[in-house]
Antibody, heavy 116, light 108 residues
Framework: EVQLVESGGGLVKPGGSLRLSCAASGFTFSSYSMNWVRQAPGKGLEWVSSISSSSSYIYYADSVKGRFTISRDNAKNSLYLQMNSLRAEDTAVYYC?????????WGQGTLVTVSS | EIVLTQSPATLSLSPGERATLSCRASQSVSSYLAWYQQKPGQAPRLLIYDASNRATGIPARFSGSGSGTDFTLTISSLEPEDFAVYYCQQRSNWPLYTFGQGTKLEIK
């Protein structure tokens, strides 16, 4: 069974940092691009970042560029999102999603709350 | 940035009725459009990709149509488990994916 499990969310103060992880299983992780998508409370979906299978290509939404860093470790079947200089507007559930043209499947998400 | 506008924001229907959800793009996305379903407390699930192809395991009552700027998700006969929020997504402007704001399908 293909499975994605996020972790690392929590409460952090504005200006702080957090590192999210996504553990993948049930498929050949190194063959797929991966993405982070977030959803603010009660709001819609926002694409955050994408990384190609070999980490050769990395992209960010303008809203996080320069503050967030996506990475992966294919040996550990894991995806990461390092989030620095966090702002209140970064508060959201963060999902990782496998990409093969489209996002399928998604993990269950991890909540990041940025508040003083 | 390609903006996707979904309508209506909320759709109130009864089980057994037909649901028609719309997604309009600010510029042509060809057929590079997908639909996702999200239930409360759950992650989104891929329903339709490339405008009209059902994802694996998706019931035949779900269908997608359209190309260019106007797209439709149709649920032919609503089941109780279909009441959820539906999002469209484009990948024409890869990798700058964008989503619509969602349509909430609620029980009337």
């Amino acid at each position: 069974e293909v499975q994605l499990v996020e972790s690392g969310g929590g409460l952090v103060k504005p200006g702080g940092s957090l590192r999210l992880s996504c553990a993948a299983s049930g498929f050949t992780f190194s063959s797929y691009s991966m993405n982070w998508v977030r959803q603010a409370p009660g709001k819609g979906l926002e694409w955050v970042s994408s990384i190609s299978s070999s980490s050769s290509y990395i992209y960010y939404a303008d809203s996080v560029k320069g503050r967030f860093t996506i990475s992966r470790d294919n040996a550990k079947n894991s995806l990461y999102l390092q989030m620095n200089s966090l702002r209140a507007e970064d508060t959201a559930v963060y999902y990782c999603a496998r990409e093969k043209d489209w996002f399928d499947p998604w993990g269950q998400g991890t909540l990041v709350t940025v508040s003083s | 940035e390609i903006v996707l506008t979904q309508s209506p924001a909320t759709l109130s229907l009864s089980p057994g009725e037909r649901a028609t959800l719309s997604c309009r793009a600010s510029q042509s996305v060809s057929s590079y459009l997908a639909w996702y379903q999200q239930k409360p407390g759950q992650a989104p699930r891929l329903l339709i990709y490339d405008a009209s192809n059902r994802a694996t395991g998706i019931p035949a009552r779900f269908s997608g149509s359209g190309s260019g700027t106007d797209f439709t998700l149709t649920i032919s006969s609503l089941e109780p488990e279909d009441f959820a929020v539906y999002y469209c997504q484009q990948r024409s402007n890869w990798p700058l994916y964008t989503f619509g704001q969602g349509t909430k399908l609620e029980i009337k």
